[in-house]
Structure formats: C-alpha cells, structure tokens
C-alpha cells in the first residue's frame, strides 16, 4: 500500500509563489508517474504536472513556465513549485502516484490565490 500526503498550501497574494511537497510512504519502486493535480470549485480536476518514469516532465498550458514539478533521485517527494501565482490557480491540490499500474492519490492540500 502507499500513502501520499501533500503540504505548502496556503493562502498568497497574485504574483506570489508556493511550494506543495508529496511525500509518498509503502513500496514505491516500479513508479511509473508522479502528477499534480488540481480541481477548483464546480470543475473537474485536471493534470497540472508530471513526471514520467524516466524523467521527462510534462505540463498544462495555463501553468506552463510558472510552475516546475521536480524531485530527488529516490522519487520522493515530489514539489511542485508555483510562482507568478494568479487568482484562478486557486484550487485544491492534489498528488497522485502510478505504482505498477495502480493510481494513488493524496488528500489534497488548499491554495487560495487572493489579494
């Protein structure tokens, strides 16, 4: 079994920036991706981020360029730095993990982006 539990939410002003951190517990090996997503009020959650097994990464295009999805040489955790944060980032965040063929998810982390 594996566990993912987000934090860095919080509330920040238009232009700031946030650092959301997954830290993932069980046997992780065999990961094939590792993702943020995100899902604001009345809307669907949509991928925000992601790294596939061999270190590519990939990005929606609302968030391209602001936000970076990095992590260690152990896979864990994973970040997902947020910069020049807008108001409609404001969303809950979410981790999610593919470990041989099983999705995972956090429980998700708040971040308000308002002045």
């Known amino acids: 079994q594996v566990q993912l539990v987000e934090s860095g939410g919080g509330l920040v002003q238009p232009g700031g920036s946030l650092r959301l951190s997954c830290a993932a517990s069980?046997?992780?090996?065999?990961?094939?991706?590792m993702d943020w997503y995100r899902q604001a009020p009345g809307k669907q959650r949509e991928l925000v981020a992601r790294?596939?097994?061999?270190?590519?990464?990939d990005y929606a295009d609302s968030v391209k360029g602001r936000f970076t999805i990095f992590t260690n040489n152990a896979k864990n955790p994973v970040f997902l730095q947020m910069n020049s944060l807008k108001p409609e980032d404001t969303a809950v965040y979410y981790c999610?993990?593919?470990?041989?063929?099983?999705?995972?998810w956090g429980q998700g982390t708040q971040v308000t982006v308002s002045s």
């Open positions: 790294i596939i097994s061999g270190g590519s990464t």
């Open positions: 069980g046997i992780i090996f065999s990961t094939n991706t």
């Open positions: 999610g993990r593919d470990v041989r063929g099983r999705y995972y």
